[in-house]
């Protein structure tokens, strides 16, 4: 699923859900003016629009063409260059960024060792890494439904291969700890407001490039009402109000990944 296109569908409602978080990894990276910033998995610009509003001068590093558009359109004069790449293939010079920020998107990177080398090789020797990831529960349990029925219909685990918990600390440490990273978290929570279970649903996966990904293939193997019905069921006895609206909590990991001997900022 790291393949899929997320500038199909409608990413930008889930991209508003992330704005919270984006707030707390920007502060948490305590930018100063003229510090450069890469935002990798940059989505429409949730992380690189608040750096750049605080005065850095920042590369939004995106694999989706559309959504780099988006970025540079809502750029508007800020310091933002919007450019192709991914987490494991960053178009930017050795030791070339003072921080390196992802909100809940290096998490998708299929290779993690080649992510953090590269987050490592552009990182300037003080350079930071701040990351978002998922911990479970709330919204990962529903999509956690779509994943399973993927992975039944593909036959394989594949999708998990070399894969690791972004949410786990000491996954954390072991991944950065050999690039001379140390990390230090911090569990936050958010909620994903919907009017109904229904709503949710199609805002938030159906709609979601991984919805449009996956739904064709759920659907030819006559596995999407069963999908849907699980998901809305989940929604409905868990997260649902009496007046119907949905309150779906989701908590996440904030990481902070400092070059041991320099000055943790956070
Ligand atoms: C959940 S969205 C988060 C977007 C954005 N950071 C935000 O706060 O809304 C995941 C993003 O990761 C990007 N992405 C997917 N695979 C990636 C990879 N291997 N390297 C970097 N970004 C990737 C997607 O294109 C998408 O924009």
Redesign the pocket.
């Known amino acids: 699923m790291?393949q899929i296109d997320?500038g199909q569908g409608t990413?930008e409602s889930?991209?508003k859900d992330?704005a919270p978080?984006?707030r707390e990894l920007v502060a948490a990276a305590q930018l100063q003016p003229g510090e450069r910033v890469v935002?990798?998995?940059?989505?429409?610009g949730?992380?690189a629009l608040l750096a750049a509003d605080l005065g850095a001068q920042v590369t939004a590093?995106?694999?989706?063409a559309r959504?780099r558009e988006v970025i540079q359109a809502a750029a508007g004069d800020r310091d933002i260059t919007a450019v192709d790449g991914?987490?494991?293939a960053i178009p930017l010079p050795d030791a070339s960024a003072d921080v390196l920020l992802?909100?809940?998107?290096?998490i998708?990177?299929?290779d993690p060792q080649a992510?953090a080398a590269e987050f490592a090789r552009v990182a300037t020797p003080a350079g930071r890494v701040l990351l978002t990831s998922w911990l479970p529960g709330g919204v990962d349990e529903v999509v956690g439904i779509l994943a399973r029925t993927m992975r039944e219909i593909t036959g394989s685990g594949e999708a998990m291969e070399g894969r690791i918990d972004w949410h786990d600390p000491k996954a954390l440490s072991e991944l950065f700890g050999p690039f001379g990273f140390e990390v230090s978290s911090t569990v936050h929570d958010l909620t994903f407001r919907a009017a109904s279970a229904e709503e949710y649903w199609t805002t938030r996966i159906a709609q979601h490039p991984l919805g449009v990904a996956t739904f064709p293939l759920l659907e030819k193997a006559g596995r999407l009402d069963e999908v849907r019905a699980l998901a809305l069921e989940k929604i409905a006895t868990k997260w649902t109000r009496p007046d119907g609206a949905v309150e779906l909590p989701a908590r996440y990991l904030l990481a902070v990944a400092t070059r041991r001997g320099t000055t943790a900022r956070s």
Do not use: K, M, Q, R
């Open positions: 790291s997320w990413y889930t991209a992330l978080a984006a935002d990798v998995g940059a989505g429409t949730n992380a590093v995106e694999p989706a959504l991914t987490a494991a992802s909100n809940f998107a290096v998708f990177a299929p992510a």
